[in-house]
């Protein structure tokens, strides 16, 4: 009875609440121990398997969640210094990847 007299309103706080909810951001405290890490391995920022398994317990974020903050992270803030991207080229010629210049 009570459902028949308010299912269609359940239904439609239900979808609010769905549409509310998909902001696309991750939980304060996660963000913050992906930051703690990003800032402790600013060099170098590509976490092994063994770390992404590490942090995606830490913060109970999935690893696809934890691959695409640092793509995402990497992309917007990382620069790489000049002696970084000399041995990615060197090392990327030497493999014989790159093409003539």
Do not use: C
């Amino acid at each position: 009875m009570l459902l028949r007299k308010y299912g269609g309103y359940l239904s439609n706080l239900r979808k609010e609440f769905l549409k509310k909810r998909k902001k696309g951001k991750l939980p304060k405290d996660a963000r913050k121990a992906l930051m703690d890490w990003w800032n402790i391995h600013y060099r170098w920022p590509y976490p092994t398997e063994e770390e992404k398994l590490q942090l995606s317990e830490n913060t109970g974020l999935d690893i696809k969640q934890i691959n695409n903050w640092f793509i995402n992270q990497r992309k917007r803030h990382w620069k790489p210094s000049e002696d970084m991207r000399f041995a990615i080229m060197e090392g990327v010629s030497s493999t014989g990847m790159a093409g003539p210049l």
